[in-house]
C-alpha cells in the first residue's frame, strides 16, 4: 500500500518520549517515508516535533489525523488509549505499529487480531528485541527438546523511578519528557507489569506457541496502587507450568536483564538477553552454544518501525504480530488482577484465545 509515486505517508499518534526519541527518527531516515502527521497533547511540545522533524500536519485531535491520506500508522499513546486508536486506522486500512502492551483487556487485544486479518492489514507491536540478529535461532532450538513442559521468564531493568514518581537522569537531556501518568497511572496500565515485562512476554510468545491458561500472581506495590516487582505461576493451556517475575531493581548505569529458560521432553534451551548466551542441552551432556556478536542483543527498537515500512512496500515478515500481543495481554491482564486479589486464580477465558484461531 503506498501512493502513486511510491512513497509511504505515516502518521505518530501520541508522540511522547519514546517516539520522539526511536520511532520518528527512524521513520525520518527512511527515504520511502513522508512524515505526514503528528499527534499529541500540548501545543508547545507537539510544535517542536512538528517543526524538528517537518511534519505537513500537526493536531492535538487524533481523529482529525483519520482524514488524512496515510498509508501506516505508529500508536505511541497512553497504553488505555491504544485500542481505540489501533482499531480507527486498522479500519481506515492502515498498517498499524502500536507500542507495548498492545491494550489493557485481552478482548480488545484479539478484537485488534481478528481485525487486522479482516483488513488484510499488517498489526505490529513494538517488541524490539524479536528483530534483533540470531535472537530467532532459540526458535530452532526450542524445535529440538520436544514438548515444553516447563517455562521461567524473568525480566528486571533500571525503571524504579519511572513507576515510583520520579524520573531517569539519563534521559533528562531529551526535548520530550515522558509522561507521568502513563506509567504511574493504575487506570491507564501503569506499572512494571505491563510496562516492562511485556518486553520478555513479547520475545517468549514469538518463540513459542504458549497460551497461559491461568495464572496466580502476588505483586510488590508502590504507594500509587502500581505493581514495582512481580511474581506469578503461570499454567499453559498445553498443561506446562511456568514462573513469570519482573522488577525495576536494577541500580541505575546496568543495562537489562532477560532469562527465558524453556524445559522440554527431551532437552533445555537457555536465552540470556544480558550475558548474550543462547545454549540448548540435549540429553547425553551435549550442549550447543549459539554465537552471538558482542553487543547484538543490546536494547533499541529501531526494528518494528523499520519493519513497518518494510511491509508497506510490499517486503519483510512481521516478526511482532498482534497474535504474540494478544498473548502477552491475557497474560499481563491476569498476572495483575491475580494480583491485586490477593492472589486469586485468574482463569484465562478460552473464547479469547479462540477468536485469533
Known sequence: MTSSNGLIRAAIIGAGHFAYRMHIPVLAKRPEVV??????????ELDLIADEF????????????????????????????????AKAFLEKGCHVLVEKPMCLDPADAWDLVQLAEASGR?????YGWNYKQGLDE???????????????????????GI????GMSKWQHIAIQPERSTWEAPDQGGGYAYGQ?????????????????????????????????????????NGATGVFSGSCGVP?????????????????VLLDIETERLALKLPSGETRVA?????????????????????????????????????????????????????????????QKAAAE
Open 35 to 44: 512524515l505526514d502527521s503528528v499527534c499529541r497533547l500540548g501545543r508547545r
Open 291 to 351: 554465537e552471538v556478536p558482542q553487543g547484538a542483543w543490546t536494547y533499541s527498537c529501531e526494528g518494528p518501525a523499520n519493519r513497518l515500512v518494510d511491509i508497506a512496500l510490499g517486503q519483510g515478515r512481521n516478526e511482532s504480530p498482534g497474535e504474540v500481543g494478544a498473548r502477552a495481554v491475557e497474560t499481563l491482564h491476569a498476572i495483575v488482577a491475580s494480583g491485586q486479589s490477593k492472589g486469586a486464580e485468574q482463569t484465562i477465558n478460552q473464547i
Open 54 to 85: 517537518g511534519f505537513a500536519f500537526a493536531t492535538e485531535d487524533w481523529r482529525e489525523v483519520l482524514e488524512r491520506d496515510i498509508d501506516i500508522a505508529v500508536i505511541a499513546s497512553p497504553h488505555n488509549l491504544h485500542y481505540e486508536q
Open 163 to 166: 513507576f515510583s514518581g520520579g
Open 122 to 126: 499488517e498489526l505490529l507491536v513494538a
Open 252 to 268: 541505575d548505569g546496568h543495562g537489562f536483564e532477560v532469562d527465558i529458560r524453556i524445559y522440554g521432553s527431551k532437552g533445555s
Open 197 to 237: 515485562l511485556s518486553h520478555a512476554l513479547g520475545i517468549l510468545y514469538w518463540l513459542t506457541d504458549l497460551r497461559a491458561a491461568s495464572v496466580r500472581s502476588i505483586l510488590y506495590e508502590a504507594p500509587s496502587n502500581i505493581d514495582l516487582h512481580d511474581a506469578a505461576a503461570v499454567r499453559f493451556a
Open 138 to 160: 532459540a526458535r530452532e532450538m526450542i524445535g529440538e527438546i520436544g514438548e515444553i513442559e516447563h517455562v521461567v521468564c524473568h525480566m528486571a531493568s533500571f525503571t524504579r
